[in-house]
Each structure stands twice: as C-alpha cells, then as structure tokens.
C-alpha cells in the first residue's frame, strides 16, 4: 500500500564515493522529502524538496524532482562510514492529509 | 528545544491485552502523524490530526485502533485486543503545520511486541 519505491533496495559503496538513490511515487504531490534512519538517531529530516522546484542542495546532499516522471534522486557526495542507515523518501499529496513513505534504500558504506 | 518524545519506549502485551502509546509532540506544532513501522520496511501512515481534529484515519488497520488528541497537544493511540500482527514500531511525529514546506520530526518509537 505505500506509494514511493526506492531504487536499489540495497546498496553497498567505500567511503569517499558517490551515492545516488532513486524514488518513484504515484499521484501529484505537494513536496517530496527525503529522510534517514538509522538504530542510534530514527528517522531524521534531510531535505525536503516542493513540488515546482528541480533541485535542492544540502551539504553533500543533492536531490532532484521530476514531476513529469514522478520521480526523485539524492545523491549523497563523498560518503562517509557516518552516512550508512536507511533512507526513504516521503511524499505529501496535493489534497490529502497522507505521508506516504518508501519501503528505502539500505546503504552501507565501507571504511 | 525538546524533540517529540513517546512512551513507552518497549511494550509487551500478552495477545488480547489491551496497549495505549502515548506522543508529545514538540510545542506549538499543530499537525501530528502517527505511523506502523514493520522491520525493514519504511512508516506507514496510520492517522493525522490538526490540533484537535483527527482529519485522516484512513491508515488504521482496524476498529481496534483507535487515537485521540483531545487538547491539541498530546497524543495517545489505543490498540484494543492486541493481536501478533499488531507488533511493529509505532512512530510519532510532528510539524508545525502540513503541506507545502513543512518538516517532520519523529519521535523515537514504542516497540510493541504482542506475545
């Protein structure tokens, strides 16, 4: 029943490279987010990107918004051993009160 | 500040006992969310209030599961007759208000494991 997918399920990379995550969702939306969690802090807001912009920076986080494809990307840049969690995007839909998330990415980055 | 705190942090309850988890959220928030988290799965959405108003329940399982936030501020969600399947993380969370830019800031949990 949860609208976003997460692209891949899993993903495993060494310190210091790139990663990229994908999510899909369904209906028209007021804002996509993306979020982490991890055993030590739950989930924890990263970005949260509107529905008529195309991209967003934070730090080392990139995140892109196609609303023609309903698709999003967050890309996470020189990645560190910190950054391995879980992390799903989250959507809003235009006139509903629903967040529906993702079933998320696992990454894991290696020392 | 202080961040959206639940409790309890662990609950187990013997198949049919009846479980109330309580949310503060963080003051001055008007929505809150409250979410089922199977293992290795992303937050379902169960309910969403706006102050005192329930404005979504579409995401409750059942009849059993009921959530109230009488004053606005705090929240609780009651499981009646626990079930196996009810066990799951139940997540809180708060924004200052719905929509177009607003955050979520999630509380840690209450485990609920129902033997």
């Known amino acids: 029943s949860q609208q976003g997918e997460e692209d891949p399920q899993a993903l495993s990379i060494q310190e210091g490279e790139n990663a990229t995550m994908n999510c899909s969702y369904k209906?028209?939306?007021?804002?996509l987010q993306w979020y982490r969690q991890n055993s030590g802090r739950g989930l924890v807001h990263l970005i949260l990107?509107?529905?008529?912009?195309r991209e967003k920076h934070s730090g080392r986080l990139r995140v892109t918004l196609d609303t023609s494809k309903k698709s999003s990307s967050l890309l996470i840049t020189a990645s560190r051993a910190a950054d391995t969690a879980s992390y799903f995007c989250?959507?809003?839909?235009?006139?509903?009160?629903?967040?529906?998330f993702g079933a998320g990415t696992r990454l894991f980055v290696k020392a | 500040g202080a961040g959206v705190s639940q409790s309890p942090r662990y609950k187990v309850a013997k198949r049919g006992q009846d479980v109330a988890l309580r949310c503060d959220p963080i003051?001055?928030?008007?929505?809150l969310f409250w979410y089922q988290q199977a293992l290795g799965q992303g937050p379902e959405f169960l309910t969403y209030f706006q102050n005192e108003a329930q404005l979504d329940k579409s995401g409750l399982p059942s009849d059993r599961f009921f959530a109230e936030r009488p004053e606005g501020s705090v929240s609780t969600l009651k499981i009646q007759r626990t079930q196996q399947e009810d066990s799951a993380v139940y997540l809180c969370?708060?924004?200052?208000?719905?929509?177009?830019?607003?955050?979520?800031?999630f509380g840690p949990g209450t485990r609920l494991t129902v033997t």
């Open positions: 209906t028209s939306i007021n804002n």
């Open positions: 003051s001055g928030h008007v929505s």
């Open positions: 969370a708060s924004s200052f208000n719905r929509g177009f830019s607003y955050e979520q800031y």
């Open positions: 990107i509107r529905s008529n912009e």
């Open positions: 989250a959507t809003e839909r235009t006139g509903g009160f629903k967040t529906i």
